[in-house]
């Protein structure tokens, strides 16, 4: 049997026509009949996500109104804390480590009731785009398994992709859970920054990280985001809005609605199939949504990719010091003094990848650098901001596609970071000025894999992203697409 | 201070960087109790312990304790101000940086003044967190040791670290200002102010000048001073140590030195002096401080009586001497005492003397402190009162001490009770003097022969047999002109 989406399951959990441990069950069975192939998990904990759901179906039984999504499991990034549960962030040098405490998400993912199946596989601390730099793991897509995922939530996205669950948690610092998305065929939803709480999440760059859900629809993605979405004051760099309710106007279309499309981020670079599949896109918001298009130029994009890496390297480097070997995680023994501990245990600990990143942002911040570099961003990302907001002057939203090409081969790019760093150009000025943007299904390559499409909002207008994402969902129907195999498989 | 060795005179130039241990109830950025003396890691949590994916939250107090303190700094409270990390590794700093303000402190631009009349600038007052604390097995430090064992305790405490400009010119200077920010401290009720325990902690910057040079000398870093008079005695060693060696043709080399108590000296810290490069940079975390002037305001507007106004007020209003004033704004519980009894009592120097004398002596060796006392300012009036009426005798006032102090009371129905008002009747006095020289014949004819000296035994005859209760100058009169004769 398929996967249905979230909010339809948890309807009947509620209905008591299916109960929350029969779900759980099947979806411990997809893992168990899938994952050898897809490796999505880092680790499954199917006792505590049973009791979970067990007590889902006491409610039901005693006639209790459940909490929204309450009986749906729920993958969840392994670099989020779940109290009991590893956080190896997909790294050797947190090997044996087990939380002590729950992130915000998490509290209020178990105070609504979804079961927690496992936790999912990344690229090392979230820094990459293909969950290659994993130093655990290969996760395949679910779509292709020569393909990658994408990255850096590559796990949760093929967790969900790969009908195993419903619903997972990402999280998304230069475009984690939307370059996934698109190309695993999922809606991918990265919002506002300071709208979800970052407490317990391994922090990556602090100033750009949210935690962001995968889903097979809009409506399951913004039930999602509403779950865990809200002022936190473990984190002081939430927002003190109201809790969002974004499902009750969930498919009303705003009128005279105005898209915008971001003249740097169509064309160069692109595999030809994605710049067609945008074009129709531009033709459905015309012709479909009744919305005016024009083309906006924003200077600020190109120099992102370099701001980008710098202010995100900058902030790992910091963020990522606190794994010495002292407290927690591995430590390698040395004759030397603590010094040549440090050194040994975090050479041996972090692999490539994040070796390069710290010694990048390291440098970046080093005295003498600092203006030429962090300074230099930091101005960047100002006037990238500004750039944004004048836009948003003009248009509702913007679009692009996600990623400029769809999954690549697992292999084929990891010997060149480079060419990796740029397809994030045009998911990582979203981060950089820290507005919502979402990644929706929007065909399919020669090939038959998946592609996005990015609808990027102003400040906290995730409702209307919801929204317009909605509509074009109902006009394309690509959700709830399972990959053919998969979807053979299920039909048996 | 100067000194004269070759024909060159030098002159002593010290800043000095103190760091305050905020007495706040939680840490700076969670929730743990701020508190000493606990079984070691007690009071950590996962934000202090800077587990993974942990975020600082700013404690309010700490804020209010830190603009109070810059405040009585006399300093320019920043309506914008903002958090950095300063980073580096070791292994009491858990985050691997340490929280701190660089180039946007809370308070700014303050000054103290000295009691010879020089103002020493204070550039600015910032807030961080305190690292944790390393204990070694098998040598002093974590170079050489068998293992050390890591207490976290203290990680997250609050401080302001207090930074001035260096126009003290000698250890007797830098004692004072000292001094005068442990005084600020304690009436501010921020910190116990306490550099033996370690919640007031000092950094000494010291180098010389030949008198007259504009430019600084090379300065060198003193640590390690865990006393006033410490702060003093490591300021001039250093300087008379940086003297010789100009004198004899070397160079101060810019260093941390290590100040030793036992020794009298300074001595170079062993670290490898690279440069450190702290690579500061905005704490992403918290977002900037947003300062609002009419809460400063009204946090201004609370502050209490400050050391400096109650040393006018004690000097200028109560007329005590410099000496006798400053040991009551030192003591604030002995300077709270004084001005709540001087509201009732103009007997100043009575009050001061009674407080700095016996009440201090009795606390000394009952290991008090005032307010575990059952003396209070109503009964210290009531008893100069008495004194002053010549009710009682100056003595007795001193025995009724202890009971005041201990069971407390009235001092007037003391007396009473006791029967030890002090006889100033000279019909009584009279009839107290007859028995004694009736009872000691042969020292009254000794007297009357020109035994001058034998007045003092007729005097300590009648005290004894009045128990002190007589006046002592209507006695003297009286028995003077009894011993003469009828
Ligand atoms: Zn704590």
């Known amino acids: 049997m398929a996967f249905q989406g979230a909010l339809e399951i948890h309807r009947q959990i509620q209905e008591g026509k299916i109960t929350a441990v029969s779900v759980l069950k099947q979806s411990l069975q997809a893992i168990a009949q899938q994952d050898l192939d897809i490796g999505a998990f880092l680790s499954v904990h199917g006792e505590t996500a049973l009791a979970e759901a067990a007590a889902v179906d006491a409610k039901v039984s005693a006639g209790e109104t459940l909490p929204l999504l309450a009986g749906v499991p729920i993958a969840i990034k392994d670099n989020i804390n779940v109290t009991g549960m590893p956080t190896t962030c997909a790294s050797n040098i947190l090997t044996g480590y087990i939380s002590p405490y729950n992130a915000t998400v998490i509290e209020k993912i178990k105070t609504a009731g979804l079961p927690i199946v496992g936790k999912t596989n990344l690229d090392e601390f979230a820094m990459g785009s293909s969950t290659e730099n994993s130093a655990l793991k290969v996760t395949r897509n679910p779509w292709n398994h020569h393909c990658v995922p994408g990255g850096s939530s590559g796990g949760s996205a093929a967790a969900v992709a790969g009908a195993m669950v419903p619903l997972s948690l990402g999280s998304d610092t230069g475009g984690s859970v939307r370059q996934p998305a698109s190309l695993c065929g999922l809606v991918g939803m990265k919002p506002t920054y300071g709208l979800v709480s970052r407490y317990g999440l391994v922090a990556f760059g602090s100033s750009l990280d949210q935690i962001s859900p995968f889903a097979g629809d809009v409506a399951d993605a913004a039930a999602l985001l509403q779950l865990i979405a809200g002022f936190d004051p473990l984190d002081s760099t939430t927002l003190k809005t109201e809790t969002p309710d974004y499902l009750t106007t969930l498919e009303q279309l705003p009128s005279n609605l105005r898209i915008g499309v971001i003249q740097e981020l169509n064309g160069e670079g692109m595999q030809p199939e994605v710049a067609e599949n945008f074009a129709q896109m531009i033709e459905l918001c015309q012709k479909q949504l009744g919305a005016s298009i024009q083309t906006i130029s924003m200077s600020g994009i190109q120099p992102a990719i370099a701001a980008y890496y710098i202010v995100a390297t900058a902030e790992a480097s910091s963020n990522l010091a606190r794994f010495d070997g002292v407290r927690y995680g591995q430590r390698k023994k040395t004759t030397g003094d603590v010094h040549a501990m440090y050194r040994k245990t975090r050479a041996e600990g972090f692999g490539p990848e994040v070796t390069r990143r710290i010694m990048l942002g390291t440098f970046c911040l080093s005295s003498g650098y600092y203006d030429a570099y962090y300074g230099k961003a930091q101005r960047a990302r100002a006037l990238l901001r500004k750039q944004f907001q004048e836009a948003y002057g003009q248009v509702d939203l913007l679009i692009c596609p996600t990623s400029p090409t769809t999954a690549f081969k697992i292999g084929e790019k990891a010997s060149d970071p480079l060419s990796m760093y740029l397809s994030d150009i045009a998911t990582i000025p979203v981060n950089l000025a820290g507005i919502p943007a979402i990644s929706i299904p929007s065909g399919f390559d020669k090939s038959g894999l998946p592609m996005g499409l990015q609808i990027l909002g102003p400040r906290l207008s995730e409702n209307k992203i919801f929204q317009v994402a909605r509509a074009i969902e109902q006009v394309t129907g690509y959700h709830h697409l399972l990959p053919p195999a998969l979807a053979q498989t299920v039909a048996q | ?486």
């Not at chain 2, 100067?2 to 241990?21: D, I, K, N, P, R």
């Not at chain 2, 944790?132 to 002093?140: E, N, P, Y």
């Not at chain 2, 305790?153 to 010119?169: H, K, W, Y």
């Not at chain 2, 009050?351 to 003396?375: F, P, R, S, V, Y």
């Open chain 2, 1 to 486: 201070m100067t000194a004269v060795l070759s024909q060159t005179q030098y002159e002593t130039v010290v800043g000095l960087e103190v760091h305050v241990q905020l007495k706040t109830a939680s840490k700076l950025f969670c929730a743990c109790a701020n508190h000493f003396g606990d079984k070691p890691n007690q009071n950590t949590c996962p934000v202090c312990l800077a587990l993974p994916g942990v975020l600082p939250v700013l404690n309010e107090q700490a804020l209010n304790f830190a603009v109070r303190l810059g405040l009585a700094l006399n300093c320019q409270i920043a309506s914008r101000s903002k958090f950095d990390r300063k980073q580096y590794f070791y292994p009491d700093l858990p985050k691997a940086y340490q929280i701190s303000q660089f180039d946007q402190p809370v308070c700014e631009n303050g000054y103290l003044m000295l009691s010879n009349g020089k103002k020493v600038r204070i550039l600015r007052a910032h807030m961080e967190e305190d690292a944790g604390k390393l204990v070694h097995s098998g040598a002093d430090g974590l170079a050489g040791s068998d293992y050390s064992l890591v207490d976290l305790n203290r990680a997250g405490t609050p401080l302001v670290e207090i930074v001035s400009l260096p126009d003290i010119s000698s250890g007797e200077e830098a004692q004072e200002y000292m001094t005068q920010i442990r005084n600020i401290v304690r009436y501010l009720d921020v910190c116990d102010g306490n550099l033996e325990e370690g919640s007031m902690r000092c950094d000494a910057n010291v180098s010389i000048r030949p008198v007259g040079q504009i430019e600084l000398g090379v300065k060198t870093e003193v640590k390690n001073m865990n006393s006033f008079k410490a702060v003093r005695r490591a300021v001039e060693s250093e300087v008379e140590r940086q003297i010789q060696l100009v004198e004899s043709g070397q160079r101060v080399v810019q260093e941390s030195r290590l100040w030793n108590d036992a020794t009298g000296t300074t001595i170079t810290m062993r670290s490898k002096e690279e440069a450190h490069d702290y690579r500061y940079f905005p704490e992403p975390d918290l977002r900037p401080l947003t300062l609002d002037p009419a809460w400063v305001e009204s946090i201004r507007k609370e502050l209490p009586q400050l050391p400096a106004q109650r040393l006018e007020k004690l000097t200028k209003t109560f007329g005590l001497s410099e000496y006798d004033a400053g040991i009551l704004v030192e003591f604030k519980e002995l300077g709270d005492f004084f001005e709540a009894t001087a509201a009732i009592c103009q007997n100043y120097k009575a009050i001061t003397n009674w407080l700095m004398g016996d009440i201090t002596a009795a606390l000394k060796t009952e290991k008090w402190t005032l307010d575990q006392t059952k003396l209070t300012p109503q009964a210290l009036a009531e008893l100069i009162n008495l004194v002053d009426a010549t009710t009682i005798s100056n003595a007795i006032a001193k025995k009724l001490l202890p009971e005041l102090i201990s069971a407390g009371g009235s001092p007037e129905a003391l007396v009473k009770e006791k029967g030890m008002a002090q006889v100033s009747d000279e019909a009584a006095i009279r009839a107290m003097i007859q028995p004694i020289l009736d009872a000691n014949p042969q020292q009254l004819t000794d007297y009357r022969a020109g035994k001058d000296k034998l007045f003092g035994f007729f005097v300590g005859q009648v005290m004894k047999a009045s128990q002190g209760a007589v006046n002592p100058e209507m006695l003297n009169q009286i028995l003077k002109a009894m011993l003469a004769g009828p």
